[in-house]
DNA sequence: GTTGAAACCGGTGCATG
DNA sequence: CATGCACCGGTTTCAAC
């Protein structure tokens, strides 16, 4: 299911996430690698499924998008299909993540309008409970997995 | 604040947010302009901040992170800066918005294991309760904004 | 893994309509 | 905004080490 990824790779990784356009002759200096070496690096990344594409960012408010939302919706029944239905006819939902705990779902919605926030809730609403979080700002905008360096933390014990 | 976007450039967006990649010339074949035409629009987003920006995405599993969890903070205090320190920090934690609503924060975070989880989650708890739920999978990953058709809903009114 | 050289695209700039 | 062309930079592939 996972990789090994050495340091080389976490840097290729770190840099393409940075700008997913970099010219490989350009990246391999940053790595300090043999272009060929690098652009076979890459090929390997994309190919194992690790890098899964190269998108562009929008930035929502410049795209009209002035309020996003986390929405929290608590599912009672078990047939999920009317909801997929939904995400897949409301692209104002920009993602949906089905979790543990006493809210089934976890969304983030983008509107241009609290009248426009209040229209996709009301459409959520018709599946369960919800709860909505207006966003502020993005105190850290989404970034990419980093390496880890191994953690062994002595107050934690095994799960068995 | 928001610029103003036509058909076409939202055209454009859609292909550069499925792959941020394709060359100038097959992404003019998509929207049906010519090659020169597509390359001013592109730049134009570019330069007015609606494109922010090309990053490759990697997929967390592959790259050895088997945990992905929704945390939401209950920060009491009003000093940030501490907060923001860790953000910096902990490469674990990919996303934090500021909301809304009694949970201050809500954070995105990916750990390799629970008890990897549980290490991030107690210095998290450090600035106050958090709720935390685990993502058994993202039924809808996150996808870019698309564009809105006008939507007029008679049953809400204005605000004022 | 490195280097170097070839052939191939694709992007940019410009002139024209 | 479309078309055509010349120029240049980057990519890919291949060799040899």
Redesign the interface.
Known sequence: ???D?DAVDWSI?IE??????VPITELSRRVRLSASATSERVRRLEA???????????????????V???VRLKYPGSR?DP??RL?EQR???????????D?C??L?V?A?S???L??IV?ELAAFGST??????????????????RP?R?P??N??V
Do not use: W
């Open positions: 299911m996972s990789e990824l990784l393409l996430q940075k700008d997913g356009r194992t499924g690790v890098i899964t594409g190269y998108r562009a960012e929008v930035d929502l408010t410049k795209a009209g998008f002035a996003l939302a986390v999920h909801l997929r995400l692209s104002e939902i920009l993602e949906c993540l089905r979790t543990t705990g809210d779902y976890v983030k983008a241009t609290m009248a426009h209040e229209l009301n709860t909505t979080n207006v966003v502020y700002s993005a105190t850290l905008p989404y970034r990419g997995p980093r390496p880890t953690t933390d107050s934690t095994p799960v």
